[in-house]
């Protein structure tokens, strides 16, 4: 028996087929489903850029440097909604059958989320603003990488391209700000801080590569609630031991207070709302999206805390959401075990009839199996003239 294998986009066109016109290439390219993705991009990044400038008023306005207390706050709202609705549920989902099977698992995966967000804070007390921006991207090569090589994702070359002018759309941005001046930050060990930025990037990429994972093969509100569980537990001790001097020196007032409440919010906000956009996307996609936050923050930065303007702002703008497009605009795929593309090479080796070597979870490349060898007895016989 002889099996043919063709890919969707090994089909010819048409010979007779008109050519698209461009306004109909671009309604394609431009489609509902992609117009939604970026949409919930850009709300990740409005809330990132909220935290932001939230956590520069808190800092800066009323000297209350507490990043692992701010975190702590988000870990709680987390425990209480999720943590207790996983403590609630019946069967195998059931918080001490998590526990149970995969308790080390999220033990580590909460600890490298926590660092990740304690390394950059603290980043920006040794370097200055435009190197936190410019070597946060390192996260983007890290989740691509892991992707890759335990997500077995495969990409295209659009995707690369459009990976490349998300990033430059970022060096764009911290040219213009060396332009004008704004290199925010001590400086004063900026080697020191740069290696904290960097690792703080390698661990938001493990975090994100986990979570995809997690939220597309096990449930979002499992992912959530051993992060709430494992996350305020850690960094409360982190919080006890580090940083209990530094919140007894803050000057609480009603103003404080709401600030705190409005991070947590926007904190919440953001990791509820996360893993909803991964699962439709990626985890490469999300951090491309995120890429857009610190221009948002520039933005509001021009009305609330004066900045100066450069025509660079709005075509690094327009750079990184082109270079989204792009990246949107195919999907990737996902690669079975290597011996599965053997069998594509050999088909002859698995009879027709055999079903396909994949899991139901797991997304396979668009393939057509066509038979050439005798067909099965129940169907009805073709009469040849």
Same mark, same amino acid.
């Given at each position: 028996?002889?099996?043919?294998?063709?890919?969707?986009?090994?089909?010819?066109?048409?010979?007779?087929?008109?050519?698209?016109?461009?306004?109909?290439?671009?309604?394609?390219?431009?489609?509902?489903?992609?117009?939604?993705?970026?949409?919930?991009?850009?709300?990740?990044?409005?809330?990132?850029?909220?935290?932001?400038?939230?956590?520069?008023?808190?800092?800066?306005?009323?000297?209350?440097?507490?990043?692992?207390?701010?975190?702590?706050?988000?870990?709680?709202?987390?425990?209480?909604?999720?943590?207790?609705?996983?403590?609630?549920?019946?069967?195998?989902?059931?918080?001490?059958?998590?526990?149970?099977?995969?308790?080390?698992?999220?033990?580590?995966?909460?600890?490298?989320?926590?660092?990740? /967000?304690?390394?950059?804070?603290?980043?920006?007390q040794h370097t200055t603003?435009?190197?936190?921006?410019?070597?946060?991207?390192?996260?983007?090569?890290?989740?691509?990488?892991?992707?890759?090589?335990?997500?077995?994702?495969?990409?295209?070359?659009?995707?690369?391209?459009?990976?490349?002018?998300?990033?430059?759309?970022?060096?764009?941005?911290?040219?213009?700000?060396?332009?004008?001046?704004?290199?925010?930050?001590?400086?004063?060990?900026?080697?020191?801080?740069?290696?904290?930025?960097?690792?703080?990037?390698?661990?938001?990429?493990?975090? /994100?590569?986990?979570?995809?994972?997690?939220?597309?093969?096990?449930?979002?509100?499992?992912?959530?609630?051993?992060?709430?569980?494992?996350?305020?537990?850690?960094?409360?001790?982190?919080?006890?031991?580090?940083?209990?001097?530094?919140?007894?020196?803050?000057?609480?007032?009603?103003?404080?207070?709401?600030?705190?409440?409005?991070?947590?919010?926007?904190m919440f906000g953001l990791?509820?709302?996360?893993?909803?956009?991964?699962?439709?996307?990626?985890?490469?996609?999300? /951090?491309?999206?995120?890429?857009?936050?610190?221009?948002?923050g520039l933005f509001c930065?021009?009305?609330?805390?004066?900045?100066?303007?450069?025509?660079?702002?709005?075509?690094?703008?327009?750079?990184?959401?082109?270079?989204?497009?792009?990246?949107?605009?195919?999907?990737?795929?996902?690669?079975?075990?290597?011996?599965?593309?053997?069998?594509?090479? /050999?088909?002859?080796?698995?009879?027709?009839?055999?079903?396909?070597?994949?899991?139901?979870?797991?997304?396979?490349?668009?393939?057509?199996?066509?038979?050439?060898?005798?067909?099965?007895?129940?169907?009805?016989?073709?009469?040849?003239?």
């Amino acid at each position: 028996m002889i099996s043919v294998v063709s890919t969707a986009e090994s089909v010819p066109r048409g010979a007779g087929s008109p050519a698209p016109s461009l306004s109909q290439r671009i309604r394609k390219v431009l489609s509902r489903d992609l117009l939604v993705t970026l949409a919930l991009g850009q709300v990740l990044s409005l809330l990132v850029c909220a935290v932001s400038l939230i956590s520069k008023f808190l800092a800066d306005d009323f000297h209350a440097n507490t990043p692992v207390f701010q975190s702590f706050l988000n870990y709680i709202l987390l425990f209480l909604v999720y943590t207790t609705t996983l403590a609630v549920r019946q069967g195998e989902g059931n918080l001490l059958a998590i526990l149970k099977e995969r308790w080390w698992k999220y033990m580590f995966l909460g600890l490298i989320d926590i660092e990740a /967000n304690y390394l950059i804070l603290k980043a920006y007390q040794h370097t200055t603003l435009s190197s936190v921006q410019l070597l946060d991207c390192f996260v983007i090569p890290v989740v691509l990488l892991l992707s890759w090589f335990f997500l077995l994702v495969r990409y295209k070359a659009v995707h690369f391209v459009g990976t490349g002018l998300c990033l430059l759309g970022i060096g764009c941005m911290v040219g213009a700000d060396v332009l004008l001046g704004r290199q925010q930050g001590l400086g004063e060990q900026k080697l020191f801080g740069d290696l904290l930025v960097l690792g703080g990037a390698t661990l938001y990429g493990i975090s /994100n590569v986990c979570e995809e994972f997690i939220v597309k093969n096990l449930s979002r509100v499992e992912f959530l609630g051993m992060m709430g569980l494992f996350g305020s537990f850690f960094s409360g001790i982190q919080l006890a031991i580090m940083e209990h001097k530094e919140l007894l020196k803050v000057p609480w007032d009603w103003q404080i207070g709401l600030l705190y409440i409005g991070f947590s919010a926007f904190m919440f906000g953001l990791y509820s709302f996360m893993p909803v956009v991964m699962k439709r996307t990626s985890a490469t996609a999300v /951090n491309l999206s995120l890429l857009t936050a610190n221009l948002y923050g520039l933005f509001c930065g021009l009305f609330l805390f004066h900045y100066k303007f450069s025509g660079l702002y709005l075509l690094s703008f327009f750079i990184i959401m082109l270079g989204l497009v792009l990246y949107s605009s195919s999907s990737t795929y996902v690669a079975q075990d290597p011996r599965v593309y053997k069998k594509f090479r /050999n088909t002859g080796s698995r009879p027709c009839g055999d079903p396909p070597l994949h899991s139901p979870r797991v997304l396979e490349p668009s393939v057509t199996y066509t038979s050439l060898g005798p067909e099965p007895v129940d169907e009805l016989p073709v009469r040849v003239a």
